[in-house]
């Protein structure tokens, strides 16, 4: 306990990147969102001489969840399954993209400063 508040045992992890919120992890529960991601396609030609082979681009439509304690490869989304953890991990979305914000969704968070200052100084 701190200040009198009980911490939450499984606290939410958004995950970010260039300032894209592209998931939240929630305990078992991971909730992506629509983003373009790069990968290997399956038809390159692996290399052996230290060179990286070309990458290609997937759009991903919908949000997808997956329970990462039976699908750690998140292979099957099961959202129609869970609307509730649906639900529930987007309402964690929504408390980081209010402070961190969320270029997917052009918001601006509360939390932001411009780089390499810091208020009040």
Same mark, same amino acid.
């Given at each position: $306990?701190?200040?009198? %508040? &009980?911490?939450?045992?499984?606290? !939410?992890? @958004?995950? !970010? ?8 992890? !929630?305990? &078992? ?5 629509p983003?373009? !991601? ?8 692996l290399?052996?001489?230290?060179? /990286?082979? &070309?990458y ?13 304690? %039976? ?11 869970? /609307? ?8 964690? @979305? ?5 402070? $961190? ?12 400063? %411009? ?7």
């Amino acid at each position: $306990m701190i200040q009198g %508040k &009980k911490i939450d045992p499984k606290p !939410y992890f @958004a995950y !970010y990147h260039t300032n894209e919120l592209q998931a939240v992890i !929630y305990g &078992k529960w991971k909730l992506v969102f629509p983003h373009v !991601y790069r990968t290997i396609p399956e038809t390159a030609e692996l290399r052996n001489d230290g060179l /990286p082979v &070309k990458y290609g681009y997937i759009r991903l439509e919908k949000a997808e969840l997956f329970d990462l304690s %039976k699908d750690p490869g998140e292979q099957t989304d099961i959202s129609e399954q869970f /609307p509730e953890i649906v639900t529930q991990l987007n309402g964690f @979305a929504e408390k980081a993209r209010a402070d $961190m914000g969320d270029s997917l969704t052009k918001r601006e968070g509360t939390g932001n400063r %411009k780089a390499g200052r810091i208020s009040g100084n």
